[in-house]
């Protein structure tokens, strides 16, 4: 069901650089639509994470950055630290007959 | 503060009806600045948006459960429920309602989470 693909995994040592990519296609991400990111900790609720303009959430360290290009978006998360292990979604609007908000695959970040 | 508490049955058989409330509080659903809405998680697995109701009542829904979804606003009670049709096992999740500020549709973003609950179909 999932219309944006994440990588499953990604990982990295505390104080590391990490990034996870989202890829959509013309009708979400590549025609211009805001993506956003939640993250969500195993057996929590989803959390706004930070949204499309890199406007983070009162209490969202600016470790957490955006970026976008053509149909794909990304979350980059440096200085990893512990607290950062959780899973992570993209999330934007499709124009298409998949539905209105659509989100992507989910990434598990581990701290090693 | 905006808050959200889902509630409804936790085991539900096939081909039966889910029913599933959202009280809200700290705003009124009556609110023209909100959009109340639903979405599930199977175990597992990822999120999926089910729709949304605006206070007039207008809704949309995902199309690929549109023939099965009704959601409706309670106003006297400040809930909004969810009712999903013609269950089977693939429709076992967790539950979340959510809140989001009026938003153009292509830019909005879900601030407000419930807690969840899980719904297993099961016979």
Redesign the interface.
């Known amino acids: 069901?999932?219309v944006l693909t994440q990588p499953p995994s990604v990982s990295g040592a505390p104080g590391q650089r990490v990034t996870i990519s989202c890829t959509g296609s013309s009708s979400n991400i590549g025609a211009g639509?805001?993506v956003?990111w939640?993250k969500q900790v195993p057996g929590?609720?989803?959390?706004?994470l930070i949204?499309?303009n890199n406007n983070r959430?009162s209490g969202v360290p600016d470790r957490f950055s955006v970026s976008k290009s053509g149909t794909s978006a990304s979350l980059a998360i440096t200085g990893l630290q512990a607290e950062d292990e959780a899973d992570y979604?993209c999330?934007s609007?499709d124009?298409s007959?998949?539905?209105?908000?659509?989100?992507?695959?989910?990434t598990k970040v581990t701290v090693l | 503060q905006l808050q959200l508490r889902e509630s409804g049955p936790r085991l539900v058989k096939p081909s039966e009806t889910l029913s599933l409330s959202c009280s809200v509080s700290g705003v009124s659903i009556n609110s023209p600045n909100y959009y109340w809405g639903w979405f599930r998680q199977p175990p597992g697995k990822g999120l999926e948006w089910i729709g949304t109701i605006y206070f007039s009542g207008s809704t949309n829904y995902n199309p690929s459960l549109q023939s099965r979804v009704t959601i409706s606003v309670d106003t006297s009670k400040d809930q909004f429920s969810l009712n999903l049709n013609s269950l089977t096992a693939a429709d076992t999740a967790v539950y979340y309602c959510a809140a989001w500020k009026w938003c153009m549709v292509y830019v909005c973003y879900f601030d407000y989470w419930g807690q969840g609950t899980l719904v297993a179909v099961s016979s």
């Open positions: 069901q999932s639509y805001d956003h939640y929590t609720a989803p959390k706004l949204r499309d959430p979604y999330q609007y124009s007959l998949s539905g209105f908000y659509v989100f992507g695959t989910g």
